[in-house]
């Protein structure tokens, strides 16, 4: 299969950690899907694999509702080489995000085994017309079999920062011995 997830979005996106406070006042450490994917390569990897594994980017999104509760839905996940993104249809869960940011991002399930990438973070809105267009190119051609049309204007583009990650590796269906692979971000000496 033709790889043709690993677009670039014109480096408006860059290796970037930063600190985030969440609403409760504590700080949370952040980093793009690049400075993830150089820091942990074969995690950034199978991670793409199992979000692609249908051919296009697929996974559950879980947010944050007002009231504190957890909200999940389906979505379909951009990965360029640069960063992770969605374009994110006018809905509650766009309305959570843009309040609150505070995102859990699941893979669809295997078909064969019990395999799984789940990341944590926060999601950032991000309005840049160059990013966009990128974006909406690979998102019609990811889905060229479909004959798609592009996203929408009033659809936003959210840019997905990680604090966390979770890559489970199983035999099959019942291992009863999973392989765990935990990542998180950390504050290094050198960050201000």
């Known amino acids: 299969m033709e790889r043709q997830t690993a677009h670039r979005v014109k480096r408006v996106t860059a290796a970037r950690r930063s ?9 949370v450490r952040v980093v793009t899907w690049l400075a993830f994917a150089q820091e942990r390569p074969e995690l950034a990897e199978a991670g793409r694999a199992l979000l692609y594994q249908h051919g296009v980017g697929l996974a559950f999104l879980a947010t944050v509702r007002r009231d504190a509760r957890p909200r999940l839905h389906p979505m379909c996940p951009l990965l360029t080489e640069d960063g992770l993104f969605a374009f994110i ?9 843009r309040r609150d940011g505070a995102h859990a991002m699941h893979s669809f399930p295997c078909p064969d085994n019990e395999d799984a990438f789940c990341l944590t973070g926060r999601a950032r809105l991000t309005t840049s017309p160059s990013v966009r267009e990128a974006l909406a190119s690979q998102f019609v051609l990811e889905r060229s079999q479909f004959l798609v049309t592009p996203p929408a204007a009033e659809d936003a583009v959210f840019e997905f920062d990680i604090d966390s990650c979770l890559l489970t590796r199983t ?3 019942g291992d009863p011995t999973p392989q765990h692979t935990v ?10």
């Open 19 to 27: 600190t985030d406070v969440l609403p409760n006042g504590h700080p």
């Open 89 to 97: 249809i006018p809905s509650p869960k766009r309305d959570d995000l």
């Open 171 to 173: 035999t099959g269906h």
């Open 183 to 192: 990542w998180r971000e950390q504050q290094r000496p050198n960050d201000r």
